[in-house]
């Protein structure tokens, strides 16, 4: 029988979500959809013949036969969302971060175990079909014991600056993806080194951010990483993975709309430039994710990205802006 | 107002146009759905909250406020389903090939002549990003005036040889989506000559068919062509094309799974085999063809594919058996 | 003991001979240069230390000591010398073609065959490393049975009109290594079927010539075959090959002067346009193809371009020119 | 008339430089060669017609006519050789680096400010196409103002253990390679912080070094760069760099011996393996220095890498190397 599942936010995330729901995992049904706006949770519901539409959150985690809920509200609404869930025994899938504060995070967790629901965090990326087959290689030991990881994540546009100022910056907005494929691909971090700029836009600095960074990860495992990021790739959105290990590596170049090259008299070029917009990038790995939640639920497996892979890369963002202000390796056991 | 569509035909093509329709393109709808399986409409139906299913294909070309009609029934339905809907002033979206034989072709194009309606063809491949990526270079004077082209289209694997018995040969059921490409890139061919051999399957020789040719077209503006067909490619679905010209060249490499490369010792290699299905390879050219029709038909300009596209590769066909057979260069107006 | 060679022939492609020799095959040296312009002799002769220059062929020939020829000179000349250093009893280097009349090759093949020496032939391609990888892959069984060959091969600018008057034309001065490059990978050609135009250079068509050319091959072991050819390609020197067969398919790209990709807000370009010239594109494999011709002869093995292998190129240019004069495909025991 | 030059060293990468010289610098010869093993230096004169073979550098420095010295000994003999060739008033051209101290490395640098000469240092990768060619694209403002810089090198195999006991260790006898890539790329480098490991070899750890580092660069400019070092990439020499700005980017890709794709039922994979070895991988370079460094002496214009290019990376090492030891970033104003 179908997951019945309520819906928590119809913003753009939660269109994602429930497209794929609808359109894409047979084994699962949107029943609920509720919105602090009445008229997107209703627009999402016709959308889709979803039979409630709702702007009070509870009202859709308690609707009739619910067995999990998706959480794809604002931010600061992450962490009480779970407790309601999980309070109503519900399973959840929740939007990346869980919360900015490490004791809004352990709340939230604390509730999820007390219930004994299930709780996956929204890090799509493990689930791209790209980043998902360097997975695959490493665990296989395509590339031996892990040496080097080159994490590059540049952005094709900066954010509005009112969304830095609110974001908690682009170690806790940005890099907090790039911090759990870290640990998806490397394992845990034990130190961080980062050192950053503001080279794209000056107003990102007068609102206390930095705009570009190279941070530096050493392994529990002895293995270094390095993470580059930008708010800024002219060419389009800029997702590239290295591993490398004693017996080979496994890397990816970015995605492109068509596979065409053009050639002249005056240069080789690629037919288009790279996929710009994150939902094109990464479409499928927002149906493959929750595919694997609705999968994991129904048959009582653990899901694949649990609360503590919702908490680690907040303690990472943590130990990064740490040394970042204090021009140091910043261990994680100082932030824990 | 969404377009109202019958579809007719609620096999493996008929699913792909009606999931297109019904979660990919928002101005347009199925309201009713045909198949020879009741079970088989009623299933799709229910799938996708249609009102009526029936087997009977006259029901859903005349159910209420139908505008239009998917033709996605077995071949030999192609021409007179095409006539029933031109005779009830129905807009047709039909699958290729029209019909075997120009008789029957001519006799479907007459009634939608006749009944001013819209008539599209199914050759999806135009609406495939890469290769409309090639035909907006062609179109931009990238490749300046056009030499040369070639056309690499190798199956994964042969169909059954009792689908070969039946198909009217590889010319007729594979190579025909060539013929309509090299029309769509480079225009109307005038003469051709095809070399075969059976090298795949001597059961596909024992049917009377072969599986394995180069064709080479004679364009009208001069240009020269080769069509490079093969019922097996062990790596994958093979489809590339290369438009050379005075002033460059436009090509593709194939589609892949992911963007992953893994070296090790041994190798350096790519992460995953092309894409190998038909339906994955191509899954945007089928949304985007029904897009196209539709909007066409909404704003009453032409549709970009019509029933002369449908006829000419059916003659390129004609004339490339021919050629086979007699060993020597055939002009399509022998045919003709 | 190094090999003692006469080099007969100071132009541009003897002195690409003279620096393989004398820079780069430890195992052999030129004693003797001869050129029908004495001070082009002697200026080679001066830079790499030879005794001898002299503007008479015989007089290299018959020095002292020389073991081998290498015949570099216009094409008009090679088989008289080669007879001329047949009857001296020298191993013999000749440039391709041999000449242009099956009479002429055959009596220098006789002479050859008479003095038993050896006799190999400048088809340098098959050398290439990039070439020669594609015939390891294909000896080795790394695409199964071979089933199709496609080779394009198209020259940066066309030559002077004046050349194309006087060297037999497309099929005879270009061609020629594609012909050659056929057998090596796939062996023996049985039929021909060309279709060409004149689509760069109206001044090669009033000299009696196509500019243009698409010749499709069938070969003894059931295979076919493409060659792709045109008198120029603006973006640079396009040399590829791609051999496919029930196991896989061997192919390659073209190569550049640098490994660079550029990307900026409008494009992703390679750093470079492909190597535009000859002697960039096939420098390695002029070294190549004398270090295998002195190690057959110092060896007393057979070398890997024998005289057969200048013939039979020949042999499917006179077939090729027959098909396109004639519009049919001609057998090349038709020219035999 | 051709400068006159005297080679000290007639080991692997003096002979590398002689050949450069005699085959490929026609404005320049080699007129005395000296090396510590007479025998050394004799075969290589005997192998390029040179005049003096001695075991003696001074006689070779003074040599008739002589205009310039390639000092190509082993590295402790870098800094007294440029005194005493600067002594002699001539041009001079060193192996990398110019001493592992700086005061030995200041010594040398006044002997040649004094006299007046000039000294190219050889850091032969600013000079070979690739890399070249991504400074060309940065010079051009291909990629705006610079952001981000990755240098990727990775040996195919670590030294012997003895080696690394003498060599400095990674950050003198590797890194420094890429230290002078960053300046040659981005410009002068501020502050350092060094990560590593011994990941590839224990036996390098007991001799007090590491084989695996992770560097980051903070540039003058505010740019960020990351230097990844491995003394063991099984897959090949892996050299690779990306530079990032506000405008785009541009970097490479490996170099490989041949352009080959070889597919079949399990992998599509490239022919070979990338380049292994450094002189294959690296050899445009050495003779593209040597022509920079001929071409500078003889038009009196400043030499590409100077005496203070030479310097620079010995103290980048040393910051390196001391950032290591304490954990924490170090600035080169430290080390100076």
């Known amino acids: 029988m179908a997951l019945k599942i309520a819906?928590?936010?119809?913003?753009?995330?939660?269109?994602?979500h429930a497209s794929a729901v609808m359109t894409a995992i047979p084994n699962a049904t949107i029943v609920a959809v509720a919105d602090y706006h009445l008229s997107s949770a209703q627009a999402l519901a016709d959308a889709y013949?979803?039979?409630?539409?709702?702007d009070r959150h509870l009202d859709a985690i308690h609707a009739d036969g619910v067995d999990a809920v998706i959480i794809a509200s604002s931010t600061d609404t992450h962490a009480p969302f779970i407790i309601d869930a999980a309070k109503a025994n519900k399973h959840i899938f929740c939007e990346k971060p869980i919360a900015a504060q490490l004791d809004k995070i352990d709340a939230a967790l604390a509730a999820v175990a007390e219930a004994g629901v299930q709780l996956q965090i929204g890090f799509n990326r493990r689930f791209d079909p790209t980043f998902a087959r360097i997975k695959q290689a490493i665990n296989e030991g395509a590339i031996g014991?892990?040496?080097?990881?080159?994490?590059?994540?540049?952005?094709p546009a900066p954010p509005p600056v009112e969304?830095?100022?609110?974001?908690?910056?682009?170690?806790?907005?940005?890099t907090i993806h790039d911090f759990d494929m870290a640990r998806f691909l490397f394992g845990e971090v034990e130190e961080i080194y980062a050192s950053g700029g503001v080279l794209v836009n000056p107003?990102?600095?007068?609102?206390?951010?930095?705009?570009?960074?190279?941070?530096?990860?050493?392994?529990?495992?002895?293995?270094?990483?390095?993470?580059?990021?930008?708010?800024q790739a002219v060419y389009g959105y800029d997702q590239r993975v290295e591993a490398f290990g004693n017996g080979g590596s496994a890397g990816n170049v970015n995605l492109y709309p068509d596979a065409v090259t053009i050639s002249?008299?005056?240069?080789?070029e690629r037919g288009s430039l790279p996929l710009n917009f994150f939902l094109e990038r990464y479409m499928d790995s927002y149906r493959n994710e929750l595919t694997a939640f609705v999968d994991a639920v129904q048959n009582g497996t653990p899901v694949p990205v649990n609360g503590n892979d919702g908490r680690v890369?907040?303690?990472m963002a943590m130990a990064a802006k740490k040394s970042l202000d204090e021009n140091r390796p910043v261990r994680l056991s100082e932030i824990n």
């Open 7 to 16: 819906l928590i936010g119809a913003g753009r995330i939660g269109k994602v």
């Open 49 to 54: 013949g979803i039979a409630l539409a709702t």
């Open 145 to 155: 014991t892990p040496h080097l990881l080159h994490i590059i994540s540049r952005d």
């Open 163 to 174: 969304y830095v100022k609110v974001s908690g910056g682009l170690f806790f907005d940005m």
């Open 203 to 231: 107003a990102i600095g007068e609102a206390g951010d930095i705009d570009t960074a190279m941070v530096t990860l050493k392994f529990a495992n002895g293995a270094l990483g390095v993470i580059d990021n930008s708010r």
């Open 264 to 268: 002249n008299a005056t240069r080789v």
């Open 313 to 315: 890369p907040v303690v």
